[in-house]
């Protein structure tokens, strides 16, 4: 190269006042799709709550007594499938509500979340 000539390409500080910026627009964006990661995972346990409750009434509805486990919703295709707790990330994770307390044999009457903490609006997730 020879004196007087330019090299074309970026500067050391063109390029770290290029990753500065991206660092701040990063930093702004970020928090923000978290939040609505979060939004959408208790939206879908809520639904998954309502459609395995709806199924539970409806196999008493069918067969005049209460499933004795999830599975048996599965087997008796009430459900394709046992639905993933998107907060635990696990479909083995439902906590079982028996129709009458201490009675094993009484069926599973209701369901709740499995999974440990507190929502955005500050309810625990075992509550819901």
Known sequence: MHRGERSSGFTLIELLVVLAVLA?????VTPQYLDRVDDARETVLR????????TIDQ???DKGRYPTRLAELVEQRYIRAIPEDPITQRADTWVLVSAKPGDVHSGVFDIKSGASGRARDGTEFVQW
């Open 24 to 28: 701040v627009l990063a930093a702004i």
């Open 59 to 61: 196999f008493y509805r």
């Open 47 to 54: 639904q998954n709550l309502v459609g395995l409750r709806q």
